[in-house]
């Protein structure tokens, strides 16, 4: 359905069980880096780290669109917040590694899934739901459409990434300062370790920031 999209919030769920984010809750930075991005392009936004914060369900009922930021561990819980929202008539889309790896499984919750990186293609997936584009078109997109899946080729991977804003943690609801900051200052690796979703989500290239770059941001 085309429609004005004015406010986009986002939310980091907290795992049910302990999981190794618990001990020191920093954000991750995907969800501040694209709520940056459509800060920048005129949206209203903000995110929502349900280990800092917790989540005030009236304002993601409040949302045009809620985006959900999934890791294995927190998969149970976004799933949870994504039916409860999508049952109220919010729209809501899924990302991260674990809805990348299974697509069909969160589309039982969710109306959206974008798989892999989303920091070229997301501003462009809320633009589509304007409908200035063929939302079939966006790479990575996931949807149902009569009754069966639709999955879009995955976008590569962000080769650049000098070009990814600094991460406006003021975005985060409940931010009073952090003693300790996260820093994004590669992606990918080239090894190929069995259990780990790195080479998988990231790639095996080992990707940098200029070293310029992340002066400036420190």
Known sequence: MKRKIRRVLFVEPRSPDYHVYERYPLPRLGTIILATSLKEAGYETGVFVESIS???????LSADLVAISTITPTATRGYELARVLKEEGVTVVMGGPHVSFLPDEALRYCDYVIRGEADEVFLRFVRALEGEEDIGKIPG?????????????????????????????????????????????????????TFCSVTR????????????RVIREI
């Not at 917790?54 to 993601?60: A, H, P, R, T, Y």
């Not at 991977?157 to 943690?169: H, S, Y």
């Not at 989500?201 to 310029?212: A, H, I, S």
């Open 201 to 212: 989500m990231f790639g095996r290239k080992y990707r940098f920031m200029d070293n310029e």
């Open 54 to 60: 917790g989540i005030d369900f009236d304002e993601l």
């Open 141 to 193: 997109v996931c949807y149902m459409k009569d009754g069966k899946i639709i999955k879009s080729e995955v976008m590569p991977r962000c080769n650049n990434l000098n070009n990814l804003p600094f991460p406006d943690f003021s975005l985060i609801r409940g931010y009073r300062g952090f003693s300790i900051y996260p820093m994004m200052r590669s992606r990918g690796c080239p090894y190929d370790c």
